[in-house]
Structure formats: C-alpha cells, structure tokens
Nanobody
Framework: VQLQACGGGLVQTWGFLRLSCTAP????????MGWFRQAPGKERETVAV????????FYGDSVKGRFTISRSNLKNTAYLQMNSLKPEDTALYYC??????????????????WGQGTLVTVSS
C-alpha cells in the first residue's frame, strides 16, 4: 500500500508535534502500522508500532513515555503524537506498513511498504 506521511516541522525542545500517515489508494486496516526514523549518520530505528486492530503497541526505548502511536481505521490514518521533544529526536520520520502475523507485528524486517518521510527538527 502506498503511504503518505506529514506533520513534520521545526519545534523547540520540550515542544510537540503530531505526525499523520495515510494511504490515499488503500486501506490501512489491513496492516500493522509503524513509525521509524533515521538521523544523519545513524541507522534507522523503530520509533513505534501498532497492530492492525490497535490493541497492541510497541515503542523504542528512547521514546517511551513521550510518544504515542494510534490509528483510526475509520479515517484511514495512523498517528504519532510526539511530546517533550528533544534535539536527539531530530530525524527523518517514516511510516510503514506490515502484513506480518500478530506475533511479529513489531518486527521492522516485516515492514515492506514505506512512505516518503517527513522531517522533524528539534532545536535546542
């Protein structure tokens, strides 16, 4: 499924942003949805993942307690609410979808469709 992410921008430390991810020509209800990020010179890391039905979530250690992933299958959109942002959160954020079985819903290697990325910059 083709994905489009938006909502990135420039924000000060301790600020907040909400990213959105939608599928213009598909239904995200068929997929687990995830947010990943990659900062310059660093490897891509998992930020947050939510399963198809929205009952299970997974967070990377660096964002636990600050970020919240959610989805509205009715609105065909996945969200990433980012609070208490820090300069180290600066990265290109990607949304992606997975058709893995439930047991592996959080596994990055099962995410096969990726959006174009939206840039988040946190100034100190």
């Amino acid at each position: 499924v083709q994905l489009q992410a938006c909502g990135g921008g420039l924000v000060q430390t301790w600020g907040f942003l909400r990213l959105s991810c939608t599928a213009p020509e598909g239904r995200i209800s068929n997929y687990h949805m995830g947010w990943f990020r990659q900062a310059p010179g660093k490897e891509r890391e998992t930020v947050a993942v939510i399963n198809r039905g929205g009952q299970s979530t997974f967070y990377g250690d660096s964002v636990k307690g600050r970020f919240t992933i959610s989805r509205s299958n009715l609105k065909n959109t996945a969200y990433l609410q980012m609070n208490s942002l820090k300069p180290e959160d600066t990265a290109l954020y990607y949304c992606a979808s997975s058709t893995a079985i439930q047991m592996y819903y959080y596994r990055e290697d099962y995410f096969s469709s990726w959006g174009q990325g939206t840039l988040v910059t946190v100034s100190s």
